[in-house]
């Protein structure tokens, strides 16, 4: 058996290589210090191809940094479980279509007109047909801190330092935090990701999970991060603070909207939950304000209509508001099922996960909620998943296919630059951009069948979607 560990000063990599042989069986294990990782096993014909396939292994991690170690001497990195009070609403009950409990508190959630996804503090993601249905469930290694869109690709956050792509039929890896971020809250746009953090720094990382800047900022406890094209939202203790997108320079920072716990961004505007009892809409230019929500109570989450034609706001007393752009007080209503954690609107329907992990789908309608002021709600509908539901978890084992039996798809190569592992488009008709692709599964000289790729962003690369198949 031989153990490694590559650990950097300054919060860099936080990892573990485990190999193990017996006999003509090797057993690599890896991830991040003190968790359990993962393990792939691999049988060869003699113990002498075994000793030898774990020597190349442990030699290559060796190039890059890693050492020999003894496990349990080094530390995981720290997480923070987000902690918040719900208390039972005194509003009239909002008139909620359906809800489903998916178990735990939930923080993330994301809505299009295809699917409603949910994931909570045990690593469940979960997803329904807008009318409610379940219709899939994938088991993350650790707590989803939240669930973001970047056009086609859908990621969760976790607790365990990674960025999973949910976007396939199996969650993949994209993006690995360092080990000292001590993750609040992700965004990404064309590939850039965006984590703030519990000590208020906010740093980036590119579509090929390299880092790019970071910036500590005026304040701890950094709930917020928007990212969009130009620039990075960022905000925390201290107030909101705005960052150019390629280079992290500072464009201006207001203290206006102070204890910030939540945040949402429409084109020209950045919105600021705060534990003030309000939410405050800033200006992406100058961080002027434009508006300011008043609430009763401390605000957890807030969205809007497209373009900010209306606001909704939920707070600490699982209560949920509706404004005007103008800031004038349309409607409060109890959700019936705990403080809004997170909160999306769609298609006249306000998609809320709870503190007591419900994902509930609100009726905004103008009749529905006229009728809910005057105590008129619908029953709702509560949502089973079906016991037979398979379970989806992350893997790093592929299938193998033949050249000549491949079928459709793209084929992809893994090459060395230097010290980094890139990954290349090789089938005719592509441009020699980069790939983001699975780390956990890039080996050098590899090829690999995908069922697509699309080019993504403004960065010049692809980003695989479906299956992936090793070729041999």
Same mark, same amino acid.
């Given at each position: 058996m031989t153990y490694? =560990?590559?650990?950097?000063? *300054?919060?860099?990599?936080?990892?573990? #290589? =485990?190999?193990?042989?017996? *006999?003509?069986?090797?057993?690599?294990? #890896?991830?991040?210090?003190?968790?359990?990782?993962?393990?792939?096993?691999t049988d060869f014909a003699t113990e002498d191809k075994a000793r030898a396939a774990a020597a190349k292994k442990v030699n290559e991690k060796l190039r890059k940094g890693y050492a020999p170690a003894v496990r349990g001497v080094r530390q995981r990195r720290p997480v923070t479980r987000r902690t918040v009070t719900s208390t039972r609403s005194t509003a009239l009950q909002a008139p909620v279509l359906w809800r489903f409990d998916s178990g735990a508190s939930a923080f993330g959630v994301f809505v299009?007109?295809?699917?409603?996804?949910?994931?909570?503090?045990?690593?469940?993601?979960?997803?329904?047909?807008?009318?409610?249905?379940?219709?899939?469930?994938?088991?993350?290694?650790d707590g989803v801190k939240c669930i973001v869109a970047d056009d086609f690709w859908i990621y969760a956050g976790c607790d365990d330092g990674k960025v999973y792509d949910l976007s396939g039929?199996?969650?993949?890896a994209a993006y690995e935090i360092a080990a000292d971020v001590d993750i609040y809250w992700l965004d990404i746009h064309d590939g850039i990701l965006g984590v703030s953090d519990r000590a208020g720094r906010i740093t980036t990382i590119d579509y090929e999970d390299e880092f790019q800047w970071a910036r500590t900022g005026q304040g701890d406890f950094a709930w917020m991060v928007r990212c969009d094209e130009d620039a990075v939202y960022h905000g925390h203790s201290g107030g909101v603070s705005r960052f150019d997108a390629s280079d992290g320079s500072p464009v201006w920072h207001t203290s206006a909207a102070d204890q910030v716990l939540f945040g949402w961004q429409e084109d020209d505007a950045v919105y600021a939950a705060t534990a003030r009892r309000t939410v405050h809409r800033l200006a992406k230019a100058d961080g002027r304000v434009e508006a300011v929500y008043r609430c009763d109570a401390p605000v957890y989450s807030c969205a809007t209509s497209p373009g900010g034609g209306y606001v909704f706001a939920g707070d600490s007393h699982s209560s949920v508001y509706c404004f005007a752009a103008s800031g004038e007080r349309l409607w409060k209503l109890g959700t019936g099922c705990g403080s809004a954690l997170s909160m999306q609107f769609l298609d006249d329907r306000l998609y809320i996960v709870t503190t007591d992990g419900s994902l509930a789908c609100v009726d905004a309608g103008e009749a529905a909620i006229a009728a809910a002021c005057q105590g008129r709600v619908p029953e709702a509908v509560d949502v089973k998943a079906a016991a037979s539901l398979p379970v989806v978890e992350p893997s790093v084992v592929l299938e193998t296919v033949t050249a000549g039996g491949a079928g459709e798809g793209v084929v992809v190569e893994c090459v060395r630059e230097g010290d980094r592992l890139r990954v290349r488009v090789s089938s005719p008709g592509y441009q020699a951009w980069n790939v983001q692709f699975p780390k956990d599964i890039r080996e050098a000289g590899a090829r690999y069948l995908v069922e697509g790729v699309r080019p993504a962003g403004r960065g010049g690369f692809y980003r695989t979607y479906g299956e992936i198949r090793r070729l041999v």
């Open positions: 490694l =560990e590559l650990s950097e000063d *300054g919060g860099g990599a936080h990892k573990f #290589y =485990e190999a193990v042989v017996s *006999g003509t069986r090797v057993t690599i294990t #890896y991830g991040r210090i003190g968790e359990a990782g993962q393990t792939k096993i299009d007109k295809e699917r409603c996804w949910v994931g909570n503090q045990r690593g469940d993601v979960f997803t329904l047909a807008p009318s409610g249905t379940v219709t899939g469930r994938f088991r993350l290694p039929k199996v969650p993949r």
